[in-house]
């Protein structure tokens, strides 16, 4: 069974940085390729990074160079840091995985970026 809980989202002014976390509960999480999607206000839930086990990490287009995923097995983290933040990266962050055909959902986390 697979758990994932994240933290670190709040809200913060544009230009600003957060760094989200997800706590991966289970085994074998170096085996993972683990992943940040975010939804927002009247958006399709899409993907934002996503780290392999190998540690390759592959990010939206939207992106563009302002956010980095990374992973530490020893302590089953990935985190996301944020840097650069737009009014339209507020959304619901949610980390996920997927085990055994089963996708696992974190309970999301709220960014909002405002003035």
């Known amino acids: 069974q697979v758990q994932l809980v994240e933290s670190g989202g709040g809200s913060v002014q544009p230009g600003g940085s957060l760094r989200l976390s997800c706590k991966f509960s289970?085994?074998?999480?170096?085996?993972?390729?683990m992943n940040w999607y975010r939804q927002g206000p009247g958006k399709q839930r899409e993907l934002v990074a996503e780290v392999s086990s190998g540690g390759r990490a592959y990010y939206g287009n939207f992106v563009k160079g302002r956010f980095s995923i990374s992973r530490d097995n020893d302590k089953s983290l990935v985190s996301l840091q944020m840097n650069s933040l737009k009014p339209e990266d507020t959304a619901t962050y949610y980390c996920h995985t997927i085990s055994k055909g089963v996708l696992y959902w974190g309970q999301g986390i709220q960014v909002t970026v405002a003035s």
């Open positions: 289970g085994s074998n999480f170096e085996r993972y390729t």
